[in-house]
T-cell receptor, first 115, second 114 residues
Framework: GAGVSQSPSNKVTEKGKDVELRCDPI?????LYWYRQSLGQGLEFLIY????????KSGLPSDRFSAERTGGSVSTLTIQRTQQEDSAVYLC?????????????FGPGTRLTVL | DQQVKQNSPSLSVQEGRISILNCDYT??????FLWYKKYPAEGPTFLIS?????DKNEDGRFTVFLNKSAKHLSLHIVPSQPGDSAVYFC?????????????FGQGTTLQVKP
């Protein structure tokens, strides 16, 4: 389809392991965001990519979290040495460039469970 | 510090009646507000937005009202339909950020009963 896709849809891992989450934005969307939603909470901003500019990493909760965006398209969010508090739904969103108020389109999310 | 708050975790209304979802914010630098709707196992979808220079925006059955002095906004759905049952998130964007990143409330689960 033409929407934002994320993989895997579900990930169960053991505490201390590394995980990698993937996001395929809508073709042509230059802005890409990662958010996470912990149980009973709203979405929390993690990181923002815009074209070739330096990403805004201000929302990353610790240095165990990192993300990259290769070729201005696909993005991966990596969590090293996972902890139980990392359990959440991780959502990716993309939007067209040209205005920060442009609608963000969200993917279905990856549900991460850290045992 | 929760900058955007939705104090009602849930709301139940009868089909055909009005649904009113509320949202409060603390940061006066927010200049754009949005409502997103989320079904289970899906990502949020954009519903309606309002700029801080306006106090009302209407789109079909959905109207958003903004009261800047009270730092409060509300979403009205009239008439409510069973298909409107979902989690509704209020979100805000600040003029101090040029990234368009959104600050979300905790969400309100709306149930519309047939």
């Amino acid at each position: 389809g033409a929407g934002v896709s994320q993989s895997p849809s579900n990930k169960v891992t053991e505490k201390g392991k590394d995980v990698e989450l993937r996001c395929d934005p809508i073709s042509g969307h230059t802005a890409l965001y990662w958010y996470r939603q912990s149980l009973g909470q709203g979405l929390e901003f993690l990181i923002y990519f815009q074209g070739n500019s330096a990403p805004d990493k201000s929302g990353l909760p610790s240095d165990r979290f990192s993300a990259e965006r290769t070729g201005g398209s696909v993005s991966t969010l990596t969590i090293q040495r996972t902890q139980q508090e990392d359990s959440a739904v991780y959502l990716c969103a993309s939007r067209l460039a040209g205005g920060r108020y442009n609608e963000q389109f969200f993917g279905p999310g990856t549900r991460l469970t850290v045992l | 510090d929760q900058q955007v708050k939705q104090n009602s975790p849930s709301l139940s209304v009868q089909e055909g009646r009005i649904s009113i979802l509320n949202c409060d914010y603390t940061n006066s630098m927010f200049d754009y507000f949005l409502w997103y709707k989320k079904y289970p196992a899906e990502g949020p979808t954009f519903l309606i937005s309002i700029s801080s220079i306006k106090d009302k925006n209407e789109d079909g059955r959905f109207t958003v009202f903004l009261n800047k002095s009270a730092k409060h906004l509300s979403l009205h759905i009239v008439p409510s339909q069973p298909g409107d049952s979902a989690v509704y998130f209020c979100a805000a964007s600040g003029s101090s950020s040029n990234t368009g990143k959104l600050i979300f409330g905790q969400g309100t689960t709306l149930q519309v009963k047939p």
